[in-house]
């Protein structure tokens, strides 16, 4: 009984190899179906793209998908990202975990089972040439990594999107349509900014060396990363001044910052207990930076969990009480949710309570509630020390949009309890 085997579109057996064949170029033979079809798929992209010359040899084997993700992270570890800076360990840790799709490298944990990271065949990304990696392929992938963990699916989507980036530079074969892949959507948060007195307690239970970066970052209003990358010659305590460069800022524009006298005296403090041989006025321990990931979860979880242990322990709440600073996670049912924390030594495993609560961007809402509620500055004047140009629309509606409606509401009931439209009328007319 004879075995037939389905061909790609415009591939068919020539002798002992395979042709592969598409309009408006000539046929070409190759050893193995793969190539042959590659030949295909690249000639009908150079036909979309209104380019009629056909593909060498060259072009369609010389890169594949691996190749270019393992040269976006040896450019991240030498050059650096858009910042120009060369990768942390940690920093260049989390690149790889978002690069696995592509670079086919095995997670070392077996907690999750995500998709297969293959095309339509089963071959795996990374063993696919650049040129043969197909965006419906890519879509698929990532839509079922964003139905599981979203936040995991948008860090491997952007990392695709800078193995395109450094393609186009290379001038590798690529499909253009990977250049269209829509962007991972995370859903937002509702954020809570903590009162300033809040801020200084919690940080209390940080180390020694950090701990400050808090109370400055609830009232500089700077971003966690501008803080984070601070080098000593930003500050200027004769003149009692905040530089930070247009590199290392958002909106790629310098902001300098006049510093209050509580300001001041947490700079140099900080200028006495970080670690010597860096520049950095807040580095890790043995002097390299932060990463924001390495930041959060060894610096912002453990302090949030203690100190909302001892809010608990001091106003006698029962272990899982919301507090500030941390709020424990339920399902619809007003469950627990617990998340796996390893393995005893018998292999059984270790949860714990899911948690949520405040995040190094809450510094930032909790500085425009401090300047402008607080503090009393004028709105236009919060905005500037915050980097908007927009003169205070961005904190109105969106720092301050809770407070806002609350205003407008206050206002409603106001007209409300004079008679309505036509009391308050009658009222205005009367003081006529």
């Given amino acids: 009984m004879t075995r037939t085997t389905t061909l790609p579109r415009g591939v068919t057996r020539h002798g002992n190899g395979y042709r592969g064949r598409a309009h408006g170029f000539p046929p070409a033979s190759f050893p193995s179906v793969d190539e042959a079809d590659d030949y295909v798929r690249e000639c009908r992209r150079r036909r979309r793209d209104g380019i009629l010359v056909p593909p060498s040899r060259r072009e369609l084997q010389t890169t594949t998908t691996g190749d270019v993700a393992q040269e976006v992270l040896q450019r991240l570890e030498k050059v650096g990202g858009r910042l120009g800076r060369p990768y942390s360990k940690a920093g260049l840790a989390e690149a790889r975990k978002a690069a696995r799709p592509w670079t086919g490298e095995q997670r070392s944990s077996a907690r999750s089972a995500p998709p297969a990271a293959v095309d339509g065949r089963g071959t795996p990304f990374a063993d696919l040439p650049f ?82 970066i808090f109370p400055l970052g609830a009232s500089l209003g700077d971003r966690i990363m501008e803080l984070l990358r601070a080098e000593v010659g930003w500050l200027d305590l004769k003149a009692c001044r905040f530089t930070v460069p247009a590199w290392a800022t958002k909106e790629r524009r310098e902001r300098v910052l006049d510093l209050l006298p509580e300001e001041v005296a947490l700079f140099r403090q900080q200028l006495l207990v970080r670690a010597g041989g860096t520049n950095l006025l807040f580095p890790r321990e043995d002097g390299e930076p932060w990463s924001h990931t390495g930041f959060y979860s060894s610096v912002v979880m453990p302090m949030r969990g203690k100190a909302a242990q001892a809010w608990r322990a001091e106003r006698g709440l029962h272990e899982h009480a919301d507090t500030p600073f941390e709020q424990v996670v339920r399902d619809e049912q007003g469950e627990l949710v617990y998340v796996k924390k390893g393995h005893t030594p018998t292999g059984r495993p270790l949860r714990r309570v899911k948690t949520t609560g405040f995040a190094p961007h809450d510094l930032r809402r909790s500085a425009s509630d401090l300047l402008v509620d607080e503090l009393g500055l004028p709105l236009d004047v919060a905005a500037t020390r915050l980097g908007h140009k927009d003169g205070g629309y961005l904190l109105l509606t969106r720092y301050k949009a809770k407070q806002q409606r609350e205003r407008v509401r206050r206002e409603i009931d106001r007209l409300t309890d004079a008679g309505g439209i036509t009391g308050a009328l009658a009222a205005a007319g009367a003081a006529s």
């Fill in 131 to 212: 040129a043969a990696l197909r965006p419906a392929d890519c879509e698929r992938y990532l839509e079922f990594r964003q139905a599981e963990t979203p936040r995991a699916a948008r860090g491997e989507r952007q990392f695709l999107a800078r193995m395109v980036e450094l393609a186009e530079r290379r001038g590798y074969q690529f499909d253009a349509g990977l250049r269209a892949l829509e962007p991972v959507r995370v859903a937002a948060r509702t954020r809570v900014a903590l009162h300033y007195s809040e801020i200084v307690w919690m940080s209390g239970y940080a180390n020694e060396a950090i701990w400050r």
